[in-house]
């Protein structure tokens, strides 16, 4: 057996946009969690320190959260497409690589959340038999999104079995 | 199993109504079996019994037991009308038939419900009976497709059609029909059937050594409180508990009640055992269909379409193990989808030998082969987990002993418990690494793990429809890898877990070829430029736009 085998990472990066994205989701987060407790910290005078200090500490990592981790992910996060299957690379504590043969696609779905329409972007969502066999690929260019589902549509048209 | 009435029908007999009437609607139309009225009338009854003898001590204690009945028993009468007139109703506007390509059911007088299957996609035809209905002769008959359309939305039951009740000839009439199977001989077994496994009253041994026996006396002692409880006797439990340790001590009442925990676990075990798997039969059938068959009070009959088989999995649960014996389930696509619902069992806990050979039968696989092992990383990662929380279990006791109130003999008691907890998670540790393994069985990739509950997949390579390859930071570290094969049959997905990362890619290249072998690199690792190896010219400007 050779010494050492690896996956390569997959070929092709997201949109670049998708970091902006990140970091307006993260922002999101942390404001969800932060302003309750800056509300309430400013309602209820008596345990004002228990509320400010909380919402300040949360705050900052928010921020650094904001700044540091999306370049982070978005070095990790690759997607490629082949003639024979579908290859991506995501998380980041816990990397995690999928691979889905075309002779087994079922759907090709393409997705686009509010957020994610105002920085141009979609998902891919590539799913099999298996409710576990789902492949994502999230924060492509809209355009890219959508001639992707289409030639995966294609491919695996033109790839006959019964994707069990 | 007993056929009362006479199969004198041949196989070609479509549907000529037999005994019952047709109701209308047309050529073919059957209606269910007329005897359902009496099995929900004694249901009910027996139903309302459980909660009229209470309400009638209740009340006649308070008042007199003549004026309890005076009311109860009509209420009770009027209940059980109620549900036979309501049944009489949906009797009266249910009725099926099966055409040459589809099965059709309609049912419902308000909302009714028109669906049809088309036969071809017909995959299970399971009868069950409980017991009422078996005194009448009856079966429930579950028709279904077996598919679930996942892309249309998650959670989407697999397409039934029940028939609540018909004949058991008819229900069995049905199965070899939408099966297309030979009907059942005279006497009761088909022709060129092969029972591949018989239940044997010795395996109920193995019964008492489940989780379960604790589970079970656990809820036997709540239903025991809840019941005191209605009658405004809680404190009972505890003035008696009280005398008893008066009488012969703190410690020989411990032992005592954890001794009648125990017996009620043993009991309740033995009982629901005998009651789902006596007579249990699994059968290989000529059309490609394996049957399961088995129930004491209410019986069951599953069949799995051979077709749709991708692999058993050897399930051996701690205390089974210990006594050298192991459950079969089958792994397929099509059957309910959760994995732990018992319809998926082929062999319930049964020595080592018959489960090889049913897994053997079933799947043409050889348990008990020795698999890879893994490094020894693994091991000790399973190590720190068991010291962690051993670490935290100490943390607990002591502080329980030095800052709470816990009186000196149950204190003492914590500890011991709470030592012989630490020494078993470490024991646990070490087997849970050496459950670890696999290998390539043929067809099959073979994958083991758990201490606990240890299991062995067999899964046909052929069924694997997808790979996921995961390693936390911690599995890096320590040059591990798991690596998960996602099918459309069983539980979805069957991983091998902390596996050598450079062997176990290799493993998967070779289960499967072709498909990861396009994303793996074999040259020797120049580490720090493993990251860019085929990046697109655009890597400079990462994270900046």
């Known amino acids: 057996m050779s010494g050492a085998t690896r996956l390569r990472p997959p070929r092709n990066w997201l949109d670049h946009r998708v970091v902006a994205w990140w970091r307006a989701q993260v922002g999101v987060l942390t404001a969800v969690v932060v302003v309750p407790l800056l509300i309430l910290g400013l309602l209820i005078a008596p345990a004002r320190p228990w509320f400010l200090i909380p919402a300040a500490v949360l705050t900052v990592v928010g921020l650094l959260a904001v700044l540091l981790l999306p370049p982070w992910w978005f070095r990790i996060h690759r997607w490629e497409v082949t003639d024979q299957a579908v290859y991506t690379r995501g998380g980041v504590l816990w990397q995690v690589w999928r691979v889905a043969p075309m002779s087994r696609i079922q759907t090709v779905d393409t997705v686009r959340g509010p957020l994610q329409r105002t920085f141009g972007l979609s998902t891919v969502t590539v799913t099999t038999a298996s409710s576990a066999g789902a492949v994502k690929i999230e924060g492509l260019d809209h355009e890219r999104a959508a001639e992707l589902a289409e030639e995966l549509t294609r491919i695996t048209h033109d790839i006959p079995g019964d994707a069990t | ?545």
């Open chain 2, 1 to 545: 199993m007993s056929h009362p009435d006479d199969p004198a029908d041949g196989p070609g007999d479509l549907p000529a109504a037999r005994g019952n009437p047709s109701a209308d609607g047309g050529p073919g139309w059957l209606v269910l079996h007329r005897d359902t009225l009496k099995v929900t009338g004694i249901w009910v009854f027996v139903l309302a019994l459980g909660g009229a003898i209470p309400t009638t001590i209740g009340v006649g204690s308070g008042t007199s037991y003549g004026i309890a009945l005076a009311w109860v028993v009509p209420a009770v009468a009027l209940v059980v009308l109620g549900s036979v007139i309501a049944d009489d109703v949906r009797w009266r506007h249910s009725r099926y038939r099966v055409t040459p390509a589809r099965m059709e059911l309609h049912k419902g007088m308000i909302f009714t419900t028109k669906r049809s299957l088309a036969r071809e996609r017909i995959r299970t035809v399971d009868l069950s009976a409980d017991p009422v209905q078996r005194v009448f002769g009856l079966v429930k008959v579950s028709i279904g497709t077996g598919e679930q359309v996942e892309a249309g939305g998650p959670g989407q039951t697999p397409q039934t059609l029940v028939l609540d009740p018909v004949s058991r000839d008819e229900g069995e009439r049905l199965r070899a029909l939408l099966l297309d199977r030979a009907p059942l001989a005279a006497d009761g077994t088909e022709p060129g059937v092969r029972v591949l496994a018989r239940w044997d009253p010795g395996w109920l041994r193995f019964a008492p050594l489940s989780f379960w026996t604790f589970a079970l006396a656990g809820i036997a002692v709540g239903g025991l409180f809840q019941v005191l409880n209605w009658f405004g006797r809680e404190s009972l439990p505890v003035d008696t508990t009280r005398d008893i340790v008066e009488d012969i001590g703190a410690t020989q009442t411990l032992v005592l009640f954890a001794v009648v925990f125990v017996l009620v676990g043993v009991v309740a075990t033995l009982a629901l055992t005998l009651e789902a798997w006596w007579a249990y039969r699994l059968e290989r059938e000529p059309g490609g269909t394996l049957r399961v068959r088995r129930g004491l009070l209410t019986t069951r009959s599953v069949s799995i379409e051979e077709q749709r088989v991708r692999g058993v999995e050897i399930v051996e649960p701690l205390g089974v193990r210990s006594a050298g014996a192991a459950r079969v389930d089958v792994v397929t696509t099509g059957l309910r989808a959760d994995p732990k619902s018992e319809a998926s069992t082929l062999l319930p806990a049964a020595p080592m030998t018959v489960a090889a050979s049913v897994a053997a039968a079933v799947a043409g696989v050889r348990p008990g082969g020795r698999l890879r092992r893994h490094p020894a990383a693994a091991r000790a990662r399973r190590l720190r987990w068991a010291l962690a929380a051993d670490a935290v279990l100490a943390a607990v006791v002591s502080w329980l002993a030095v800052a709470s109130p816990v009186r000196d003999f149950w204190a003492i008691v914590l500890t011991v418990l709470a030592a012989a907890a630490c020494v078993a998670l470490v024991l646990l540790a070490g087997d849970a690494y050496r459950s670890l393994g696999h290998d390539l069985d043929g067809e099959f990739l073979v994958a083991r793990k758990g201490s606990v509950r240890r299991a062995t997949v067999y899964l046909q390579r052929q069924g694997i429809i997808g790979w996921r390859v995961s390693q936390s930071v911690f599995q890096r570290r320590a040059g591990l890898l798991t690596l998960t094969a996602t099918t459309a049959a069983g539980a979805r997905r069957y991983s091998v877990i902390d596996a050598d990362e450079h062997e176990v890619l290799e493993f998967g290249a070779e289960a499967v070829p072709g498909l990861l072998d396009p994303f793996l690199v074999r040259d020797p690792p120049r580490s720090t430029t493993a990251m860019i190896i085929g990046d697109p010219p655009h890597h400079g400007g990462v994270g900046r736009r």
